[in-house]
């Protein structure tokens, strides 16, 4: 019994830390994750370029949120000067962000990859960020994109 409300314990208070990470507003200087400084970063437009041929880089990389996942915030989405979006995940869930950082500049760190994002996956991220059923099932093909996985996030 001693074991079992042992662990309880400790969900309830992971549970409780994601729930106030999410629910603090991000302001300027804020960091998530790892410690971020600007020094460095280049714009997420240029991000494509600067990987060339190669699967994926380490990189430092600024721009603006214009989406968050609504559930947890569990992913975003920055702008690029074509109107197309970089997905942005976050090493290991180690960190999520507040529904309010949308609009926001961020520098964020980390690793950027050349994937294919399945169909399932794509639906379920429209889900996450609050699309209705039919526009989730108009998503019928895979879709080739470059992603970042960020180990830090600092907001500007």
């Known amino acids: 019994?001693?074991?079992?409300?042992?662990?309880?314990?400790?969900?309830?208070?992971?549970?409780?830390m994601v729930y106030a990470q999410n629910a603090t507003p991000a302001k300027a200087g804020s960091t998530y994750g790892e410690a971020v400084s600007k020094?460095?970063?280049?714009?997420?437009?240029?991000?494509?370029?600067?990987?060339?041929?190669?699967?994926?880089?380490?990189?430092k990389v600024s721009g603006k949120v214009v989406e968050?996942?609504?559930?947890?915030g569990c992913w975003m989405k920055l702008e690029n000067a074509d109107g197309e979006t970089t997905r942005v995940t976050f090493?290991?869930?180690?960190?999520f962000m507040p529904e309010n950082i949308v609009g926001?500049?961020?520098?964020?760190?980390?690793?950027?990859?050349?994937?294919?994002?399945?169909?399932?996956?794509?639906?379920?991220?429209?889900?996450?960020a609050g699309k209705s059923k039919a526009d989730?099932?108009?998503?019928?093909?895979?879709?080739?994109?470059?992603?970042?996985e960020a180990n830090g996030v600092l907001v500007l």
């Not at 989730?136 to 970042?148: D, L």
């Open 136 to 148: 989730i099932a108009k998503i019928i093909t895979p879709k080739q994109e470059i992603t970042f």
């Open 91 to 95: 090493k290991d869930y180690a960190f």
């Open 68 to 72: 968050v996942c609504t559930k947890k």
């Open 39 to 59: 020094k460095g970063a280049f714009p997420i437009a240029d991000l494509q370029q600067k990987m060339g041929n190669a699967e994926s880089l380490n990189a």
């Open 1 to 16: 019994m001693k074991k079992l409300t042992s662990v309880l314990f400790i969900f309830l208070c992971l549970g409780s």
């Open 104 to 128: 926001k500049n961020v520098v964020l760190q980390g690793v950027s990859k050349l994937k294919t994002t399945s169909v399932a996956d794509l639906q379920h991220y429209a889900e996450d």
